[in-house]
């Protein structure tokens, strides 16, 4: 077990340095760091430790524990956890390139998004840990349940969820933006 926490942790590392190195800021260019971030339409979303989208990355840690264990029953939750928290953090580096970046600009909830902050994108990570460990423990139910429950309750709070996410960022949909900027076109 221990060597797989470090091969975590090492690959979360590897994430930080890289955004580092892509030039996003370590922290909030407002200069602090708030736990919570509850305005989407705010200069501080994504960049502060958590804010409505560490909910999808819980939602991520449900997903990527139940894929794992179809596609490698036989593989220890440790050496699922690291593949987990691998195709995470390649996802968090590629969210932060510019050309994705510039095609969530596109979107009516990331109008001035610049990407994530250095300690949001590990903590979104890491809650993407925190659900994928929940899932291992939990029964099933319960991991359905609550993935369901945060969609709907991030989706009616802030219209915008994980679904709604991936559905844009394959093909932007003006029903979708509509919706989601509060008007009808």
């Known amino acids: 077990m221990q060597k797989w926490l470090v091969a975590v942790v090492g690959i979360i590392a590897i994430q930080a340095i890289t955004l580092y190195l892509f030039g996003q800021p370590p922290i909030c260019t407002c200069g602090y760091v708030k736990v919570w971030e509850g305005d989407v339409f705010s200069s501080g979303n994504s960049q502060h430790l958590f804010d409505w989208y560490s909910f999808t990355h819980i939602i991520h840690g449900f997903l990527f524990y139940g894929l794992l264990w179809l596609i490698f029953p036989r593989m220890s939750v440790w050496q ?106």
């Open 80 to 185: 699922r956890l690291v593949i987990a928290t691998g195709i995470e953090v390649a996802w968090e580096i590629t969210e932060n390139t510019p050309m994705v970046i510039q095609h969530y600009r596109k979107q009516a909830l990331a109008q001035g998004y610049s990407g994530d902050s250095i300690i949001n994108s590990v903590m979104d990570t890491l809650s993407m840990v925190a659900g994928f460990l929940f899932a291992w423990r939990a029964p099933l139910y319960a991991s359905v349940s609550i993935g369901v429950f945060l969609e709907l309750w991030v989706g009616y709070s802030i219209r915008d969820n994980l679904t709604l996410n991936v559905i844009n960022l394959i093909y932007p949909f003006d029903l979708i933006k509509s919706w989601q900027s509060g008007g009808v076109q």
